[in-house]
């Protein structure tokens, strides 16, 4: 035993009783002794400070992982996006449509811009039926909508060509009847090949399909519309109703803001109030809002794991007293008092705990690493959270077998000397 017992000497003598002292480490050795006595406990004991912080330092390393990419998303796309509303209806009833025929040349002379292009959903007066062939009104067909989009829209929109090419500006300006349609629609008219000029027909209007995309960069409505020239449209349906009709431009990074101010003026130096320009997000704005929002779940489910971990070794560590009452009681009884069995028993799951966040923070930035490796990210783990891993892992043992240690300490010694 390794307490100090200051006990009365002297034959006769009546000195008073020194309380005992128990020193640090004579506590650490108890401790220690008392983890090595049963390995398999302890092992089970750390298990739960293991999983715990394991699973708090992957969840915050995923997530500066994930962030990252998504900053670098956000960075590419939203930053060199405007898009250009009508409000022409809003300010004046009769004022038409707001963006003038000249409206792609106009806005591609501003320096930064790279595609611009109006487009607008298109609702026909008759049948929109969309059937690739023959024609007539038992033949079946598809409800899929209509785009009436410029060269400049579709362009903007950065599509991925799987067969064919995208309608030019002379198909545009002579009106021709040609059509770009995505791979899911040539899926479900039947499709499959550019090479024999197939048809589809809106209505009973029919348009030579000159191009089939599979993807776009923006725009993904794009993939699940019928796409027409703009001025094919208009001889066909008639110009846009007020307020349907938008532009696309697709800036160079840095430009978008510029672009968002200058573009209703430079398309309708009458009435730029006409149009109402959308810039896009301020990216820091962007990526505060979803770093935040993602660190808040991730966190949450991290303070989960940890109290669940806590609970285990709670409940393991009031099994280990329940064991060891009979050595409590021999403790008692050979003079150390209440604080002392709390401070050993405080000591073992404090050190079961920093074991356990020891090996959970390994563990949890090598499954951070595996799954960067995996998905070809670069891994970002920030340097305070393997710091600080260790130590919530000691500070959970030391929570968690604090009910336990003040348990064991209320033990006493004829009570335990007797079961």
Same mark, same amino acid.
């Given at each position: 035993?390794?307490?100090?017992?200051?006990?009365?000497?002297?034959?006769?003598?009546?000195?008073?009783?020194?309380?005992?002292?128990?020193?640090?480490?004579?506590?650490?050795?108890?401790?220690?002794?008392?983890?090595?006595?049963?390995?398999?406990?302890?092992?089970?004991?750390?298990?739960?400070?293991?999983?715990?912080?394991?699973?708090?330092?992957?969840?915050?390393?995923?997530?500066?992982?994930?962030?990252?990419?998504?900053?670098?998303?956000?960075?590419?796309?939203?930053?060199?996006?405007?898009?250009?509303?009508?409000?022409?209806?809003?300010?004046?009833?009769?004022?038409?449509?707001?963006?003038?025929?000249?409206?792609?040349?106009?806005?591609?002379?501003?320096?930064?811009?790279?595609?611009?292009?109006? @487009?607008?959903?298109?609702?026909?007066?008759?049948?929109?039926?969309?059937?690739?062939?023959?024609?007539?009104?038992?033949?079946?067909?598809?409800?899929?909508?209509?785009?009436?989009?410029?060269?400049?829209?579709?362009?903007?929109?950065?599509?991925?060509?799987?067969?064919?090419?995208?309608?030019?500006? @002379?198909?545009?300006?002579?009106?021709?009847?040609?059509?770009?349609?995505?791979?899911?629609?040539?899926?479900?008219?039947?499709?499959?090949?550019?090479?024999? @000029?197939?048809?589809?027909?809106?209505?009973?209007?029919?348009?030579?399909?000159?191009?089939?995309?599979?993807?776009?960069?923006?725009?993904?409505?794009?993939?699940?519309?019928?796409?027409?020239?703009?001025?094919?449209?208009?001889?066909?349906?008639?110009?846009?109703?007020?307020?349907?009709?938008?532009?696309?431009?697709?800036?160079?990074?840095?430009?978008?803001?510029?672009?968002?101010?200058?573009?209703?003026?430079?398309?309708?130096?009458?009435?730029?109030?006409?149009?109402?320009?959308?810039?896009?997000?301020?990216?820091?704005?962007?990526?505060?809002?979803?770093?935040?929002?993602?660190?808040?779940?991730?966190?949450?489910?991290?303070?989960?794991?940890?109290?669940?971990?806590?609970?285990?070794?709670?409940?393991?560590?009031?099994?280990?007293?329940?064991?060891?009452?009979?050595?409590?009681?021999?403790?008692?009884?050979?003079?150390?008092?209440?604080?002392?069995?709390?401070?050993?028993?405080?000591?073992?799951?404090?050190?079961?705990?920093?074991?356990?966040?020891?090996?959970?923070?390994?563990?949890?930035?090598?499954?951070?690493?595996?799954?960067?490796?995996?998905?070809?990210?670069?891994?970002?783990?920030?340097?305070?959270?393997?710091?600080?891993?260790?130590?919530?892992?000691?500070?959970?043992?030391?929570?968690?077998?604090? @009910?336990?240690?003040?348990?064991?300490?209320?033990?006493?010694?004829?009570?335990?000397?007797?079961?």
């Amino acid at each position: 035993m390794g307490f100090r017992w200051r006990g009365a000497g002297g034959k006769g003598a009546r000195r008073p009783v020194e309380p005992s002292v128990l020193p640090l480490r004579e506590l650490f050795s108890e401790s220690l002794a008392g983890m090595l006595q049963r390995p398999g406990r302890s092992a089970l004991t750390a298990l739960g400070t293991v999983l715990g912080v394991g699973t708090f330092v992957a969840i915050l390393g995923l997530t500066a992982t994930t962030s990252s990419q998504i900053d670098s998303r956000f960075d590419l796309l939203t930053a060199t996006e405007v898009t250009v509303e009508d409000t022409s209806v809003q300010q004046n009833a009769f004022a038409g449509p707001a963006f003038p025929a000249d409206a792609d040349e106009r806005v591609g002379r501003l320096g930064g811009v790279e595609h611009a292009g109006v @487009y607008w959903t298109v609702h026909p007066a008759g049948s929109s039926t969309v059937r690739s062939s023959p024609v007539g009104a038992d033949s079946g067909g598809e409800e899929i909508g209509i785009v009436a989009a410029s060269p400049g829209a579709l362009l903007a929109a950065d599509p991925h060509l799987a067969q064919g090419r995208l309608y030019d500006g @002379y198909l545009s300006r002579s009106a021709q009847p040609v059509a770009v349609i995505g791979s899911g629609i040539a899926a479900r008219l039947g499709i499959t090949t550019l090479e024999t @000029y197939p048809a589809v027909f809106i209505g009973d209007q029919p348009f030579t399909v000159v191009g089939i995309i599979d993807d776009t960069r923006r725009k993904a409505d794009f993939l699940l519309s019928v796409i027409v020239p703009r001025t094919t449209a208009e001889r066909v349906w008639g110009p846009p109703r007020g307020g349907d009709a938008r532009m696309l431009i697709a800036t160079r990074v840095g430009a978008a803001g510029q672009i968002a101010h200058e573009a209703p003026t430079a398309l309708r130096p009458d009435h730029p109030e006409y149009l109402k320009a959308v810039p896009p997000p301020d990216p820091r704005t962007l990526r505060g809002t979803v770093t935040g929002d993602l660190n808040q779940l991730f966190l949450l489910l991290a303070a989960i794991c940890l109290v669940i971990g806590a609970v285990g070794i709670a409940n393991t560590t009031l099994v280990a007293v329940l064991e060891r009452t009979a050595e409590i009681g021999l403790r008692r009884a050979l003079g150390a008092r209440g604080r002392h069995i709390t401070a050993q028993f405080l000591a073992e799951s404090g050190a079961l705990g920093a074991l356990g966040g020891l090996v959970g923070t390994s563990l949890g930035g090598l499954t951070v690493v595996i799954v960067a490796l995996v998905r070809d990210w670069t891994p970002v783990v920030h340097p305070l959270t393997i710091a600080s891993a260790p130590v919530i892992g000691l500070l959970t043992g030391l929570l968690a077998g604090l @009910y336990p240690a003040l348990r064991a300490s209320r033990i006493q010694p004829a009570e335990a000397l007797r079961r």
